[in-house]
């Protein structure tokens, strides 16, 4: 079984950073690619980025693309999105990802654990 615990949220002016941390435990981290993901209120949730295993390839939606970093610690087991630029339009709970999957990373079906979510709430 794998658990994965998220921290980082909160409430942030526009134009303002946060770190999200996703720490994972239960199984070898490195044989997991991980992503975030994000769900606003009525809305889907939606793909954010992902990084590989090795932490070699990096994978963007565009509405973050330039303004939000994904990066991984396999010594620590944990992920991280540094998120930069922020706007009231990324307001929503984050979550954190694991998949066994190296392809079609963005789609949440590849996924098979979850965190239980951050929010990030960004004033305007």
């Known amino acids: 079984q794998v658990q994965l615990v998220e921290s980082g949220g909160g409430l942030v002016q526009a134009g303002g950073s946060l770190r999200l941390s996703c720490a994972v435990s239960g199984r070898t981290f490195s044989m997991y690619t991980m992503g975030w993901f994000r769900q606003a209120p009525g809305k889907e949730r939606e793909f954010v980025a992902a990084?590989?295993?090795?932490?070699?390839?990096?994978y963007y939606a565009s509405p973050v693309k330039g303004r939000f970093t994904i990066s991984r610690d396999n010594a620590k087991s944990t992920v991280f999105l540094q998120m930069n630029s922020l706007k009231p339009e990324d307001t929503s709970v984050y979550y954190c990802?694991?998949?066994?999957?190296?392809?079609?990373?963005?789609?949440?079906?590849?996924?098979?654990?979850w965190g239980q979510g951050t929010q990030v709430t960004v004033s305007s």
């Open positions: 990802a694991a998949s066994e999957f190296t392809y079609n990373i963005n789609s949440r079906i590849r996924y098979g654990y």
């Open positions: 990084i590989s295993r090795t932490g070699g390839s990096e």
